[in-house]
């Protein structure tokens, strides 16, 4: 350092006295009553919010310089005050005197003997209450504003002119108080230039909103891609440090507005805590940051969420669209999120993109006004059938409600949301099933009672679509399912017959039930709809009366009961008596053995074996209801080529379909009987002819072809000795 020549500091010191007549003696001082004070004859420069009284003379080497402000926030401009004296002036010991206003910054350079400088400084309300947000936005831990005021920083001459070696111009005095405070400049320009990008409406409601009661949301504003990459770490540098969120915060790092247009980014930082609870939800950060984009890529320029705009984001992801059609009722019930979206629209989007992943999810269930044509200002979700969109509506609500206790609903709830690709499959999936099940004319006409609240048949699809949902999640946690496409259209496939057959009010009821009752209903059920899928399986057409082939029938007769002694029709069965018996005994039209049909475990149907396709179910139940019976030699036999058939050992032949086809329908008159698990010891004798007469009956066989082979035993299996005439 260069010493000060003692002529030099005399000079100065003169330079700096007091005012001869001005009071030296309050406790108070504003910040320019005490330069007239104290230094009065001092020279002054004056710029755009800065004043220098320059006691000292250390900007008389200063060059002049344009005007040049640095604005903290988008409508706070602080004023910077120098005071330069010798530390021998009486200026020296009354700074502590000077209160500033609010706005104000004001640095006390004492010039030493030795060519050093002692800077104090003192900070306005505002600039602290901007520090405070600076601090806390980068984690600085090290720092205690308290002590400011009772600090000072040694410099030597020529650093405190570096600061403005291009003129004493108002973004250099900022800059040279936040250097003092050992902060750094770039991060410090950043702050504010992120401070900028919103007006004074967003930064507060950023500043309130916690997502999930717990999330912190922060968003980031850069130039480039490029310099996010720096910020986040996945680039390193040298000259940028990285900034990482805590546990409980999620950072969202955004091109600024001049660059979005040809730069759409959006890069996610999320804390430890966010990440588990994300896995939890089965949510990536890749869904957030394509959320994101998807929402800000076009609106960067939006104001307006109009109808036109709600079948764009649609047609984008659901998500996106959820997100925007709450918008647009938010909007209309809260002015103030308007406004607040309107002054930021890119960052707004960005934000509710990340609280629509991370919070409660139930804030967005589409409301009725979007599935019910009858609801003031009907707005459908999915254009086209009311019906189709009311019901996707349902199932969207419906895995709404059960996402917070399952899992499974979440992950597949989240892809649906997520990805337009697997949403798209999804409802084209629904739409085809309920094409294929005719679900529309069979449900309105079956389950209309049991929907009694639903005024139309678009709410009657929407509640039945929750009741699906819910249905759905019982199997899953029954049966430890994974939620794919696949599985959910088969639970809502069985779903639709468990209504129709149970009614939903039944099925709702499932949920109060222990697990292992619940189990086994649900197990009588699929049994059930095993049954009515194999035997319906086996009809040609809705009117197979009209398209059978009798002359193919007739093959299958012993030419002996082809006579007018039997009737032409299914239906006159019960007017043939046996003339032995005359009570309701008849003899089969085709089988021609005698049998009461009323004891028979219900009426003879209009069945065809030919179509059969032996299933792994199909093959349970068929063993199932030959458990009851003896071990015999023809029926392990016959299972075993049924499982060969199944698993493409060998080719089905006519008597493995027919053996399939009349154990399992033998089986439905058993349970029909009420025998379902009875032992044959156990159960009248008459039982089995009933049954087995009736079932020969339905399928129009008899016991033996005209040739005398068995129609149901393979004719490799010889030792059947078990046929009762």
């Given at each position: 350092?260069?010493?000060?020549?003692?002529?030099?500091?005399?000079?100065?010191?003169?330079?700096?006295?007091?005012?001869?007549?001005?009071?030296?003696?309050?406790?108070?001082?504003?910040?320019?009553?005490?330069?007239?004070?104290?230094?009065?004859f001092?020279?002054?420069?004056?710029?755009?919010?800065?004043?220098?009284?320059?006691?000292?003379?250390?900007?008389?080497?200063?060059?002049?310089a344009?005007?040049?402000?640095?604005?903290?926030?988008?409508?706070?401009?602080?004023?910077?005050?120098?005071?330069?004296?010798?530390?021998?002036?009486?200026?020296?010991?009354?700074?502590?005197?000077?209160?500033?206003?609010?706005?104000?910054?004001?640095s006390?350079?004492?010039?030493?003997?030795?060519?050093?400088?002692?800077?104090?400084?003192?900070?306005?309300?505002?600039?602290?209450?901007?520090?405070?947000?600076?601090?806390q936005?980068?984690?600085?831990?090290?720092?205690?504003?308290?002590?400011?005021?009772?600090?000072?920083?040694?410099?030597?001459?020529?650093?405190?002119?570096?600061?403005?070696?291009?003129?004493?111009v108002?973004?250099?005095?900022?800059?040279?108080?936040?250097?003092?405070?050992?902060?750094?400049?770039?991060?410090?320009?950043?702050?504010?230039?992120?401070?900028?990008?919103?007006?004074?409406?967003?930064?507060s409601?950023?500043?309130?909103?916690?997502?999930?009661e717990?999330?912190?949301?922060?968003?980031?504003?850069?130039?480039?891609?490029?310099?996010?990459?720096?910020?986040?770490?996945v680039?390193?540098?040298?000259d940028?440090?990285?900034?990482?969120?805590?546990?409980?915060?999620?950072?969202?790092?955004?091109?600024s507005?001049?660059?979005?247009?040809?730069e759409?980014?959006?890069?996610?930082?999320?804390?430890?805590?966010?990440?588990?609870?994300?896995?939890?939800?089965?949510?990536?950060k890749?869904?957030?940051?394509?959320?994101?984009?998807?929402?800000?890529?076009?609106?960067?320029d939006?104001?307006?969420?109009?109808?036109?705009?709600?079948?764009?984001?649609?047609?984008?992801?659901?998500a996106?669209?959820?997100?925007?059609?709450?918008?647009?009722?938010?909007?209309?019930?809260n002015?103030?999120?308007?406004?607040?979206?309107?002054?930021s629209?890119?960052?707004?989007?960005a934000?509710?993109?990340?609280?629509?992943?991370?919070?409660?999810?139930?804030?967005y269930?589409?409301?009725?006004?979007?599935?019910?044509?009858?609801?003031?200002?009907?707005?459908?979700?999915?254009?086209g059938?009311?019906?189709?969109?009311?019901?996707?509506?349902?199932?969207?609500?419906?895995?709404?409600?059960?996402?917070?206790?399952?899992?499974?609903?979440?992950?597949?709830?989240?892809?649906?949301?997520?990805?337009?690709?697997?949403?798209?499959?999804?409802?084209?999936?629904?739409?085809?099933?309920?094409?294929?099940?005719?679900?529309?004319?069979?449900?309105?006409?079956?389950?209309g009672?049991?929907?009694?609240?639903a005024?139309?048949?678009e709410?009657?699809?929407?509640?039945?679509?929750?009741?699906?949902?819910?249905?759905?999640?019982?199997?899953?946690?029954?049966?430890?399912?994974?939620?794919?496409?696949?599985?959910?259209?088969?639970?809502?496939?069985?779903?639709?017959?468990?209504f129709?057959r149970?009614?939903?009010?039944?099925?709702?009821?499932?949920?109060?039930?222990?697990?292992?009752?619940?189990?086994k209903?649900?197990?009588?059920?699929?049994?059930d709809?095993?049954?009515?899928?194999?035997?319906?399986?086996?009809?040609?057409s809705d009117?197979?009366l009209?398209?059978?082939d009798?002359?193919?029938?007739?093959?299958?007769?012993p030419?002996?009961?082809?006579?007018?002694?039997?009737?032409?029709?299914?239906?006159?069965?019960?007017?043939?008596?046996?003339?032995?018996?005359?009570?309701?005994?008849?003899?089969?039209?085709?089988?021609?053995?005698?049998?009461?049909?009323?004891?028979?475990?219900?009426?003879?149907?209009?069945?065809?074996?030919?179509?059969?396709v032996?299933?792994?179910e199909?093959?349970?139940?068929?063993?199932?209801?030959?458990?009851?019976?003896?071990k015999?030699?023809a029926?392990?036999?016959?299972?075993?080529?049924?499982?060969?058939?199944?698993?493409?050992?060998?080719?089905?032949?006519?008597?493995?379909?027919?053996?399939?086809?009349?154990?399992?329908?033998?089986?439905?008159?058993?349970?029909?009987?009420?025998?379902?698990?009875?032992?044959?010891?156990?159960?009248?004798?008459?039982v089995?002819?009933?049954?087995?007469?009736?079932?020969?009956?339905?399928?129009?066989?008899?016991?033996f072809?005209?040739?005398?082979?068995?129609?149901?035993?393979?004719?490799?299996?010889?030792?059947?000795?078990?046929?009762?005439?």
């Amino acid at each position: 350092m260069e010493l000060i020549s003692q002529n030099y500091f005399e000079e100065i010191l003169y330079n700096s006295r007091a005012h001869p007549v001005f009071n030296k003696d309050w406790n108070v001082y504003t910040s320019v009553k005490y330069a007239d004070t104290f230094l009065p004859f001092v020279h002054g420069i004056t710029g755009t919010n800065t004043m220098v009284f320059d006691g000292a003379k250390l900007f008389e080497t200063i060059p002049k310089a344009n005007k040049n402000i640095l604005k903290l926030s988008e409508s706070q401009l602080i004023s910077s005050l120098i005071y330069t004296y010798p530390i021998d002036a009486l200026a020296t010991r009354k700074k502590d005197s000077v209160q500033l206003s609010k706005n104000e910054v004001c640095s006390f350079v004492e010039l030493n003997r030795n060519g050093s400088v002692d800077i104090s400084l003192k900070l306005g309300s505002n600039f602290k209450k901007f520090l405070n947000t600076y601090l806390q936005h980068t984690k600085t831990s090290n720092f205690n504003i308290h002590t400011i005021g009772n600090t000072s920083i040694t410099k030597s001459v020529s650093e405190f002119k570096k600061y403005f070696q291009n003129g004493s111009v108002h973004k250099n005095h900022m800059l040279y108080v936040f250097d003092l405070l050992g902060l750094s400049q770039n991060n410090v320009l950043d702050f504010i230039a992120y401070t900028q990008a919103f007006n004074t409406k967003f930064i507060s409601y950023l500043e309130k909103l916690v997502i999930a009661e717990k999330y912190k949301i922060t968003v980031f504003i850069e130039k480039s891609r490029k310099d996010i990459l720096y910020k986040t770490g996945v680039l390193t540098s040298k000259d940028t440090q990285p900034i990482f969120p805590e546990k409980n915060e999620i950072y969202i790092w955004l091109v600024s507005k001049d660059y979005i247009k040809y730069e759409p980014t959006a890069e996610i930082q999320i804390g430890v805590s966010v990440a588990k609870d994300f896995i939890e939800k089965g949510v990536t950060k890749e869904n957030i940051q394509t959320l994101i984009i998807t929402q800000i890529e076009d609106e960067i320029d939006q104001r307006v969420i109009g109808n036109d705009y709600l079948e764009e984001k649609l047609d984008k992801a659901m998500a996106s669209a959820m997100i925007a059609y709450a918008l647009q009722e938010e909007f209309t019930k809260n002015p103030v999120s308007k406004e607040v979206f309107e002054s930021s629209p890119t960052a707004f989007f960005a934000v509710k993109a990340a609280e629509f992943t991370a919070d409660s999810i139930k804030k967005y269930r589409i409301s009725e006004a979007r599935w019910n044509p009858h609801a003031q200002g009907f707005n459908p979700l999915f254009k086209g059938n009311t019906i189709h969109n009311a019901f996707f509506c349902g199932i969207i609500n419906g895995l709404i409600d059960l996402a917070a206790g399952l899992p499974e609903m979440i992950g597949f709830l989240s892809k649906i949301l997520h990805s337009k690709s697997f949403a798209s499959e999804f409802f084209d999936s629904i739409k085809k099933l309920i094409d294929e099940e005719k679900i529309i004319e069979t449900i309105l006409e079956a389950l209309g009672k049991d929907y009694k609240n639903a005024k139309s048949p678009e709410a009657l699809f929407y509640f039945m679509a929750i009741d699906v949902i819910n249905l759905i999640s019982i199997l899953i946690g029954l049966y430890g399912t994974a939620v794919s496409i696949q599985n959910f259209v088969r639970f809502t496939r069985r779903s639709f017959r468990y209504f129709r057959r149970y009614s939903p009010k039944k099925m709702r009821s499932l949920d109060e039930l222990p697990s292992s009752e619940k189990q086994k209903i649900l197990d009588d059920i699929e049994e059930d709809i095993v049954i009515d899928d194999i035997l319906d399986k086996t009809d040609e057409s809705d009117n197979l009366l009209d398209d059978f082939d009798n002359d193919e029938l007739l093959d299958d007769i012993p030419e002996d009961i082809e006579n007018d002694d039997f009737i032409d029709d299914i239906d006159d069965l019960d007017e043939v008596k046996d003339p032995i018996n005359k009570s309701s005994q008849i003899v089969g039209k085709y089988s021609r053995r005698t049998f009461d049909p009323d004891n028979a475990g219900g009426p003879i149907l209009d069945l065809n074996w030919k179509n059969t396709v032996i299933t792994k179910e199909g093959i349970v139940i068929v063993k199932k209801h030959l458990s009851r019976f003896d071990k015999t030699a023809a029926n392990t036999k016959m299972i075993n080529r049924l499982e060969s058939v199944e698993r493409g050992d060998i080719e089905i032949t006519d008597w493995d379909k027919r053996f399939y086809t009349h154990e399992i329908r033998e089986y439905d008159r058993y349970k029909n009987l009420g025998y379902e698990k009875t032992k044959n010891v156990d159960i009248p004798e008459e039982v089995w002819n009933n049954t087995h007469t009736a079932t020969l009956e339905d399928f129009k066989l008899s016991e033996f072809n005209q040739n005398g082979i068995d129609n149901l035993y393979h004719p490799d299996i010889n030792d059947i000795d078990f046929h009762i005439p």
